[in-house]
């Protein structure tokens, strides 16, 4: 077992003991997993998940891959065991279609091939009614520089700089489905919670810009890509897990 596996280890180690009856909450929506209830903006009844338990720790490493048979043993509260990695493909399945009828992207639910899943968010989970432990989100290496959602900045050359709240909101959701076109109705609906009209369109585009700009590149060299007519997208890595 490496560093990165026996750390997580050691964190999934620590969700076992965790009582179940907590809201988590995200910029997309808030989780009550003792009942599996998803509410997301002025809708508190917008879906409800089966697998609690599982959609439960996922959340709670968010960015980190959780190896299949760790989740497994969180989300059926037992010892560790190794499944192969088709075992949980029905629940995350199921969670990823919750999503969807709950107006949430389902891409948020990442598979990493031969691994495990991911919860994928730049963000940090934030909890209702339970202390959880924290978990430190790792750097995520970008094309040339990194973003710490931590701190919410971008380092480039050793040199940090500070994201505004709405820079990191776009960022984040064009962060979550890197390689996807993501539609100015998505980024808005994150941002501001509004479906886009031309005024949040250009509020978006100067954002962008800020972004670019703050990352040390052009709109030539950015990795965050204008598709005319359509939104954005942030370049997917050039290697896969």
Not at 16 to 21: C, E, G, Q
Not at 48 to 57: C, G, N, P, Q, S
Not at 208 to 218: D, F
Request: proline share 5%.
């Amino acid at each position: 077992m490496n560093a990165r596996e026996t750390e997580v280890a050691s964190m999934v180690a620590n969700l076992k003991h965790l009582d179940i009856k907590a809201r988590l909450i995200c910029s997309q929506f808030e989780y009550y997993p003792l009942t599996g209830r998803l509410s997301v903006g002025k809708n508190p009844n917008a879906g409800r998940i089966e697998d609690k338990r599982t959609l439960y720790a996922l959340m709670l490493l968010p960015n980190i891959v959780v190896p299949h048979g760790s989740l497994y043993a969180i989300s059926r509260n037992v010892t560790d065991v190794f499944l192969p990695e088709n075992a949980l493909k029905t629940s995350i399945a199921r969670i990823r279609g919750a999503f969807k009828k709950a107006d949430i992207d389902p891409d948020m639910i990442g598979t990493s091939k031969r691994v495990g899943y991911q919860f994928r968010t730049g963000e940090q989970i934030e909890s209702v009614g339970i202390d959880i432990p924290r978990f430190p989100v790792e750097r995520i290496a970008l094309d040339g520089y990194d973003y710490l959602p931590q701190t919410y900045e971008f380092e480039v050359e050793d040199e940090r700089v500070r994201l505004g709240v709405k820079e990191v909101a776009v960022f984040q959701r064009l962060l979550r489905t890197r390689g996807v076109n993501v539609p100015y109705s998505a980024i808005t609906m994150s941002a501001w919670g509004l479906e886009s009209d031309y005024a949040l369109i250009r509020n978006t585009n100067v954002h962008v810009a800020s972004l670019r700009r703050k990352s040390n590149k052009t709109a030539d060299t950015s990795d965050i890509v204008t598709v005319p007519r359509v939104g954005y997208r942030l370049k997917a890595p050039k290697t896969e897990e």
